[in-house]
Structures are given as structure tokens and as C-alpha cells.
């Protein structure tokens, strides 16, 4: 066993602090949060020469092939930041293309998404679904050579930005198939949704929109099975971002209580925070293995669909629990829309709720435990 | 990162396997009332047979007969004991101790106990807690006085756990009283047939006598039996604190996945208002939150032992550890006696008690693990302190 990271993955986690602590300040956020300002597009090409979007496509495409700890150290510190952008949906994307696609679709997909050139989100939700393939209502019909999109798919994060989407749709006697649809295709409305974090989600309204039978993504009808497996690995990258979240709120909370003095005493030295303080590091910090162990059991192709639920369950959690209790020790001045907080406390509703929140997850271990 | 173990890791839990089928715990008698979460917290037969395969030194070094492995080999080990309810909880703890006396003890008393240790042929008490001094140790009051070849020990112990099934006590004691509280302190081991020591049971809330008063008149112990220097006390035994803290609850997520495996069982095999309980949506969830806790508890203690072995500092884990452990514990047997349903209140004795009422008896005995080894609020101040710089004053 060994509980460190190695030299080169410590090395990459202090690179990827120390660009979003040059390159992005909260302050931005806030702004994207009042409508004020888009994602800033010279961001989006520092962090595409970066290389993040590749950490997970394979040399072969344009990627550095990275291990999935290496995205799991990518989106703590992103969750650190509390940088809200297009980066997961993307890398998502690509996953799911590594994954399904066939080889023509990863050749014009995947150098693209590499390079930061096209961005991709996933539209899988829809009203009356959360995470199970029976809720897919976006109807795909075969007419004469083509699939014919009808529905709608909503909230699709990270979808303002998106050139294409990747639908999954039913397409008929319960079998479900992905499709690759471009943005503006003809027969698409989009709607922006205003959402608890920002993150840039839309409403898709399908209307008679025809997709050629090249873009559907890897073998029709097999389109759950195929997106399951990303869910599952969109999960942890969401456990990772709240690890990096739930972390810098208590480093923030517990620098203020040093210097904070009410009664004449700093407080930090009161033992009723002092204890609340301990409690939210046992968050923290029991966060930090449940999160980095599925990721390396992915590096060694083990199955670990339990781990990752469990991983999901447990930072939801840690993540809310820390916020709620750094907000309420911060006090009123956490309440001001100048604060930081009510980022990350939105951050951690947003991160909860998103690929499965605990009960969700527990009902997925429930159900393994039962097996 | 790596989450595996090595070959030699695996070879061991192959081999402590081995050991539990060729000796079934539930076949050796109990001496120790149940304090912990075996079937018996002591047993003078299976500590022996321990001993004679070397299970009890497992990571001493080799020149004192032991077998130099890691603690997170240990941690192996006492996992597959826990999970198989051994009365073994004590005599892996027994390290702290061992480790008091490789680090700081005189020739004598490694050349004398030590080996006696390792056979599995003594047991050890722990003389610390006083009356007045529980959670606030350094209050204690408990003199030893320095005279000719002898230490005169005057005072009283509380919550002596198996003083009276031991041969031998660890106690600190006062050696300075003139100088600030945590300087004159000393360490001694105590052999209990020494004139003048009386030992009286305290009656748990089980009906049981784990723990005891210990009364010391006069009783003066050789200079010899001295454990490290005089006055250094408290220095010595806060070094082996982080280790003891360790030691005393890393078995806990293997016990505890017992339970919750014997649950699960329990909920495959009864119903309640003709429904099977595993189809119950609240307990399916109470359960699914208990694994999830275990396996998180279980990844602090293997990098608390991963820590220990690389010999990183601990600075609050173990204290962080314990308090999760505890509660984690307590949780459990609140949700084992909710799944029983009325049937939770029946006892050992009475006639279709689940699991024999041993999750009954544990969910009464378990409210002690929080206040044991460190309160619960003692540890969160540690945690506070040490893992995030807060201070007292300020």
C-alpha cells in the first residue's frame, strides 16, 4: 500500500493550482452568476494548451493518455477553485466516445476535443429521469436511412457552450442508442436554465431533428450500457471536484476563525467551534481514500462501481456537511453575495445532486449488498 | 497510490486463516467479560495459542523475537481475528506496551517480560486512570517514592480493565510533586502479587467485572521495575499515545463489518408485516450508509498504519480515527436492535434472542467505547488542535 501521490502526479496537482490560482479568481464566477460575463474563451485556450481536456484521450488521439488518478487530481483542484466550466462535460464526452465510438468517430472527435477546438456535453437527462434507462422518453424513429430526435432533454450541463450533444434517446421496445447532433442543427431550440451553480445548462427542444446513421455513437441500441459506465466515472470526477471543495471551505472557514474576535477571544478558541472544526476535517479527510481508490482501481481495470457509489455517497454528504457548518461560522458575513461561500454552498448542492446523490447511491450499494 | 496489498501481506491473512480454522475461536473459554467486540475480551487459552505461533510479536524486532513485520501486516491480522469474533482485542493491543518496553526499558525487564509476552503467558493491565483523573490524566495523584532499592507506591487506580485476571500493571505515578504536573511523572511495571496492592471489581452495567479498583498501601516495587528514566513519565507515554490510540480501535471496521453482515443475513432470512426486511427502502439505506462507513473508516486505518510504518508523524489521525470508529460502532447497534424490531430487547438467555442477544449487549457495552481511551469530546479538542492549529487561547 502506498498513500502518497508519485512524484509526477504531485507535481501536476501543484501545476494545476497554481495556473486556476493565477488565471481564475471567484470573483469571475460571481459575475457569470449575474449574467455579467460568458466563461472567459482566453481561459478556455490557456487550459485547452494545458492539456486537461486530454488527460484522458489516448496518444494515439491527440491526448497524453493519462491514468483516470491523474483526472481525479484535475477536478480536486478544480473543485478547489471552485471553477465552474465547460472542462467535465467535455471530458465526459470524450470518455464516452473512447469508450463507444467507433474509429472514425474517435478520429474527428477526439483530437478536436483534445485540442479545446469543440466542446461536447452529454443530454441525458429529462424530466421524469434521474440515472435509470427506464425515464429515457426523447423518442429516436427510424426514417427510411435516418433517426428522427423528438423530445425534450433537460437540464444539459455545460450545454451553452456546447457545439454537439450527445443524446441519449429511446428508439423504441426499450432500447436506447446515442447520437451525435450538432448544436444548431435544424428542428433544435435551445434554452438557457438558470441553475443553483452556473454551470452553464440548457434545455433542448428536439423537434423532427434527423441524424444520419454515422453519428449514432458506437452500436445502436446499446446506448445504456455504453453511457452507464460514464455516469459511473462522471460520479467520481464529481466526488473529486467536492473533495477539492469541501477541503478549501475548511481551510477558508478555519483561517477566518483564527482571526476573527468576538468577546474578546479569537473564534477558533472557542471549544463549540473547535469541535464543529474537527468534525468537518473528518469530512475532509475520510473523503480523501474513498475518492482516490476507485480511481486507481480504474488505472488497474478492476470493476468498482460499488467503490465509486460509495465514493458518491460519502462526499455528497462530507461536502454539504462542511459547507452548511463553514457557513453558519462564518456568520452573517457569509450571507453577502461578495462572500465566497454561497459559491461553494451552491458548488455542493449542484455536486450532490448530479450523477446520483446519496440515497441514490445507497440504493445502489443496498442492492449489491442484497445481491 | 497503490490500494494493494503485497504478496507477503496476503500471505499472512492466508496464514492467520490458517490459525482460525486450525483453532475456532468459539471453541476456547472466556475469562474477561466482554469489553470488546469478540466473544470474549480475554481468553488465557487462546492467548497462549497465539503465542506459541508468534502472533503476539508479530512486529517486534527480530532481536527480541520477533518477526519484524509491518503494522499494516498487523492490521491484516487483527481484521481477520475481529471478523471471526476472537478473544483477541487485548493481546494485539499489547504492542503499546511492548513497544514501552523495547524503546525505554532496562535489560532486565526486556530480558524478563518480554518473552513472557510473546508466549502469551502473562497479562497486562493498564494502571492510569484515577478517580480524579480520567480524561485530565496529569491530575493524577498516585505517589512512588524513592527509597534504597525500592519504590514506594501510594494510591489509588480506577478502571482497571483485567487487573484481576493480570500478572503484571503498567502504571504511571507521581515521582516529583514540586514541579509543574507533567514533569514528575514516572512509568513502573507493577507485579500484581506484590504485599499491599488490592484489587475490588467494578460491576458494569452487563453484570460483568472487566474493569477494577486497584488500592496501593506501601507497596514497593524493586528499582528495576522502573519503566524508562524517573520523572520522564509523561514524556514516554505520550510518544506511545498516537500508537496506543491505534492500536486500541484499528480492528474496529472488521468487527464492525461482522454485524453488518450478520444484518444483512438477518434482513434476507425475517419479514415484518409479512414484507422481507431487505426490501424495507429505510433499512436498505441505514445498511448501505453503515458499509459505506466502514469502508471509509477501514481506508483511515490502513493509511494510519501506513503512516505508523514509514514512520510519519501522527499528529491527530488516530484521535480523528477512534472518535469515527466509536460513533460508527454505536450507530450500528442502534441499527442492528432498530431491525430486530421487539425482538431487540431480548437478552442472552432468553429464548429467540437474535445473534443470541450479543448485538443487545453490545449496543450497552459500546456506550463506553466513547468515553474509554480518550472521551470523545477530549478527542475532537486534539483534532482541532493539532490537525488545524486551533488553539486554547487566543
Redesign the interface.
Known sequence: MDFKLSEEQQLFKESVNHFLSKNYQTDMLRKMLKGEMEFPSELWEKISELGWLGVAIPEEYGGSGMGFQELVILFEEIGSACLISPILSTVLSSLLIVEAGKKKQKEYFLPKLARGEIILALALHEPGFYYQEGGIQVKASKVKDDFVLDGLKAPVPGGRMADYFICLANTGKKNTALFIVKADAPGITLSPLKTIADDGQVEIRFENVAVSPENVLGAANRGWRQVEKIISRAALLKSAEMLGGSRKTLDMCVEYMKVREQFGQTLGSFQAVQHKCAEMLTCVDLSRDIVYKPAWMIDQGMTCDIDIAMAKAWTSDAYRRVVQTSFQLFGAIAYCEEHDMHLYLRHAKSSELNFGDSTFQRNVIADHLFA | ??????RETEDLRQEIRQFIKDYPPEEFPVQAADDFWGNGAYSYEYTRKMGEAGWLSLTWPKEWGGRGRTI?DKMVVAEELAYCRAPSAFNLMLDGMSNHIISHGNDYLREEILPKIAKGSIVFWLALSEPNAGSDLLALQTKAEERDDVFIVNGQKIWSARAHLSDYGYLITRTDPNVPRHRGLSMFIVDRKLPGITIEPIINLVGENYHNHVYFDNVEIPKEFLLGKKNEGFFQMLKGLEMDRFWARYQKPAACKRVLDDL?DY??NNSRNGRPL?QD?VI??K???T??EI???R??Y??MA??LDQKIPIR??TA?GK??ADEMGQRLMDLGLEIFGLDGQLEEGSKSAPFKGLIEKWYLVCRGHTIAGGTV?V???T???M????????
Open positions: 497510490m497503490d490500494f494493494s496489498f503485497s499494516l444483512i434482513c434476507k431487505y427502502t436498505r439505506q445498511l448501505a450508509q458499509a459505506i469502508e471509509t473508516c481506508l483511515a490502513y493509511r501506513w503512516m491527530y489521525e480523528l472518535t469515527f469530546e478527542m475532537k479538542d483534532v482541532a488542535r490537525g488545524l492549529g486551533l488553539s486554547k487561547k487566543g
